[in-house]
Nanobody
Framework: QVQLVESGGGLVQAGGSLRLSCAAS????????MGWFRQAPGKEREFVAA????????YYTDPVKGRFTISRDNTKNTVYLQMISLKPEDTAVYYC?????????????????WGQGTQVTVSS
């Protein structure tokens, strides 16, 4: 089992920044590809970003490219999502997730473990 706990969400004005953190415990953190997803009210949970085990490769959904950066610190068992130039459409609950798979990392169904989520609200 892997336990994931997100933090860092909050209310920010459009154009502002936030940094989300996800602390992992349980099994060896570096064995897992990590991802961030988000879910807005009335919408499906969608992929935001993912990072490989060593951190050498990252993946992003098009709407956040150039604004969001995913990173990880395997010594601290933590994955981060730095978000800048936030827009009202970024408002959602953000979830981190872990998978032992190495393929289709943008697909939510391959992720084995999920955090409880953290709310991000961007006001216009």
């Amino acid at each position: 089992q892997v336990q994931l706990v997100e933090s860092g969400g909050g209310l920010v004005q459009a154009g502002g920044s936030l940094r989300l953190s996800c602390a992992a415990s349980g099994r060896t953190f570096s064995n897992y590809v990590m991802g961030w997803f988000r879910q807005a009210p009335g919408k499906e949970r969608e992929f935001v970003a993912a990072i490989t085990r060593s951190g050498d490769s990252t993946y992003y959904t098009d709407p956040v490219k150039g604004r969001f950066t995913i990173s990880r610190d395997n010594t601290k068992n933590t994955v981060y999502l730095q978000m800048i130039s936030l827009k009202p459409e970024d408002t959602a609950v953000y979830y981190c997730a872990a998978t032992s798979a190495s393929w289709r990392v943008t697909t939510r169904y391959i992720y084995d473990y999920w955090g409880q989520g953290t709310q991000v609200t961007v006001s216009s």
